[in-house]
C-alpha cells in the first residue's frame, strides 16, 4: 500500500480567506481523489486528479471553490476557497487503481 | 446520488462478543472495500473483495461480497477494546476519467463501535 501524507494536519481560518492542502505520496500513481468529511459524517468524493488533465468534479463541487492542482505523479494540492463555516471538515486525499484505495491521515479544517 | 445503506448505525458491545455489520445498495458494485477509521485517523482499509460470493478473512474480521453484487456484510469475532472506531463500507464502480480507468467509491454512513472491557 502507498504512504500518503497531508500538510496541514489542521487548522484554524478566518471566514473569506482560502487555505491550500498539499498531499504527497511515496509512490508514483495515477489517479489521486479528495474526500471531504463533515462533521459525524460519512466520506464524499470532491473530485478526481488525473496528472496532466483538468480534475473531474463530482455533483455539488466546483472548480472555482475547490481548485486542484496536479503537477506530478506523487503530488496534488486542494484549496478550499473563500471560506465559510459550512467548509469546516476534514478534508481526505486518497490514491488507488480499480482494486482498492488507500487514504492519507486527513487536514483537519475549522472555519471561524 | 447513489446511496449506500449501512446498518446498524452504532452498536456497543462487551468484549469479546462477536460483531455483525452490512451494507445494502440499489445498484450493482464491482467491488465493496471496508475500512476503519480511528478518532483524527484517516480511514484504514480493511478487507478488499472482488468477486460476487466472495468470503475473505483477516485476522478476526470476516467479510462477503453478495451473490447479488449489491450488499456486503463485515463480521468481528471476539472483539477486543481497540476494535472501537467507526467502520465504512465503500462500493467501487469503475469509470473513466481523461482515458484513464480507475474505481470510484461510494461510501455507508458508518457503523460506530463501542467495545466495553
Known amino acids: 500500500s502507498a504512504v500518503i501524507s497531508q500538510k496541514p494536519s489542521r487548522d484554524i481560518c478566518q471566514r473569506g480567506t482560502s487555505l491550500t492542502i498539499q498531499c504527497q505520496v511515496d509512490s508514483q500513481v495515477t489517479m489521486m481523489f479528495w474526500y471531504r468529511q463533515q462533521p459525524g459524517q460519512s466520506l464524499t468524493l470532491i473530485a478526481t486528479?488525473?496528472?496532466?488533465?483538468?480534475?473531474?468534479?463530482e455533483s455539488g463541487f466546483v472548480i472555482d471553490k475547490f481548485p486542484i492542482s496536479r503537477p506530478n505523479l506523487t503530488f496534488s494540492t486542494l484549496t478550499v476557497s473563500n471560506m465559510s463555516p459550512e467548509d469546516s471538515s476534514i478534508y481526505l486525499c486518497?490514491?488507488?487503481?480499480?482494486?482498492?484505495?488507500?487514504f492519507g491521515p486527513g487536514t483537519r479544517l475549522l472555519v471561524l | 446520488g447513489q446511496q449506500l445503506n449501512q446498518s446498524p448505525q452504532s452498536m456497543f458491545i462487551q468484549e469479546g462478543e462477536d460483531v455483525s455489520m452490512n451494507c445494502t445498495s440499489s445498484s450493482i458494485f464491482n467491488t465493496w472495500l471496508w475500512y476503519k477509521q480511528d478518532p483524527g485517523e484517516g480511514p484504514v482499509l480493511l478487507i478488499a473483495?472482488?468477486?460476487?460470493?466472495e468470503l475473505t478473512s483477516n485476522g478476526r474480521l470476516t467479510a462477503q461480497f453478495g451473490i447479488t453484487r449489491k450488499d456486503s456484510f463485515l463480521n468481528i469475532s471476539a472483539s477486543i477494546p481497540s476494535d472501537v472506531g467507526i467502520y465504512f463500507c465503500a462500493g467501487q464502480k469503475r469509470t473513466n476519467a481523461g482515458g484513464t480507468s480507475y474505481g470510484k467509491l461510494t461510501f455507508g454512513q458508518g457503523t460506530i463501535l463501542t467495545v466495553h472491557p
Open positions: 473483495l472482488y468477486k460476487a460470493g
Open positions: 486518497s490514491v488507488g487503481d480499480a482494486g482498492t484505495q488507500y
Open positions: 486528479a488525473n496528472q496532466g488533465s483538468e480534475a473531474t468534479y
